[in-house]
């Protein structure tokens, strides 16, 4: 079975064995069920509202939390301004405001804040990382510690867990991605192959899909540079652009189907040869 359809059918299972393991916890302190309208102070904080078997159930001095759902911000005690829909949602947190919907959205999350995870187990494996947003099922799942990563899309950055900075957008944009960072993925499977590569931009479906390891690289149009895989500091413009490209360095590709060659700096731009501009002069090329 596919690693990421492995995963996402086993995500279930572990939402719901995390919620049975964690709540044997000691130390419970709020009613059960918690009261239409929530807990008010004074042992319970100030503006809090809980709806749900266990919601809230540990909160002390914590203010101005929502939580709608089975456990949500259950061991949350002195976090403020947390807002949980879904079962399990921000079960661990103690940090500050955090907005999580769906089942097991941000459910490891114990100190990190300011995190947006929107979809069933996004931002699951969260704990400290701050600012991430993660909207779709499973989207930044196993993010841990990084910062500021941007994840819209089922599984996008989903194995990321220290890289920080990157934005992927559409669905496994990213997804294998673990410490890269400053990418820059848009489109299905996008950069989907990149695991420690950074500072690459990648606009178009399967657009340096391949991509590994390879740094600086730009790639627009669908499956622009889809076979690079170690290769560095490429420009590609045009769908399915660069496609001999894998390993190379420093090879520009501009045009629909230029697939280039693997020949570090080399250039290639379809449709020029032997031409001339509209205004009569000649066209030149220069490294």
Known sequence: MHPLIQLKTTSPLFITLALLCFGFLPGAQAVVPAPDGGYGPPDYGTGNTAEGEEALLNLSSGGYNTAAGFRTLFTNTTG???TALGAGALFTNTGEENTATGAGALLSNTMGSFNTANGEAALFYNTTGD?????GASALIQNTTADQNAA???RA???NTTGFW???DGATALANNITGARNTAMGHFALGENTTGSLNTATGSEALSRNTTGRHNTAIG???LAENTTGREHTTIGFQAGLGVSTAANVICIGANVAGANLSNSCYIGNIFNRSSPSGLEVFVNS
Do not use: P, R
């Open 80 to 82: 403020n301004f947390n």
């Open 131 to 135: 600012k991430n947003t993660a909207i």
């Open 152 to 154: 819209c899309g089922w």
């Open 157 to 159: 950055l989903a194995k």
């Open 166 to 168: 990157n934005t992927a």
């Open 222 to 224: 669908f499956g622009a």
